[in-house]
């Protein structure tokens, strides 16, 4: 059975950091390569980090890339969004999710199409 939350989001300065949790069970981590989504008020979603499930390789997308790392942690069963350098553009809700997997590593593309949690939201604002 699927399960992931997110949580972390909050208020930041432009420049600042931010650190996202995903909170996933053993079967989810242990069987998917998990994706960091965000969606922009009045924009599409778009995938912007992934991690492998075995192989913990990680893509990022081109807008995030060198600011933001995703990593995780089996044994408290959490994937992480560290987010430095923010802009107000990465303003939006964020979400986590199983993504598609990629020998080695994975795709920054949703495994299925209508799983998404809650969501936590990312405001860049000075």
């Known amino acids: 059975q699927l399960q992931l939350v997110e949580s972390g989001g909050g208020l930041v300065q432009p420049g600042g950091s931010l650190t996202l949790a995903c909170t996933v069970n053993k079967f989810t981590l242990n069987t998917f390569s998990i994706g960091w989504f965000r969606q922009a008020a009045g924009k599409e979603r778009e995938g912007i980090s992934c991690?492998?499930?075995?192989?913990?390789?990680?893509d990022y997308a081109d807008s995030v890339k060198g600011r933001f790392t995703t990593s995780k942690d089996n044994a408290k069963n959490t994937v992480y969004l560290q987010m430095n350098s923010l802009k107000t553009e990465d303003t939006g809700v964020y979400y986590c999710?199983?993504?598609?997997?990629?020998?080695?590593?994975?795709?920054?593309?949703?495994?299925?199409?209508?799983?998404w949690g809650q969501g936590t939201q990312v405001t860049v604002s000075s």
């Open positions: 991690i492998g499930s075995s192989s913990g390789i990680t």
């Open positions: 999710a199983p993504v598609i997997p990629k020998q080695p590593g994975c795709l920054m593309s949703p495994y299925f199409d209508d799983y």
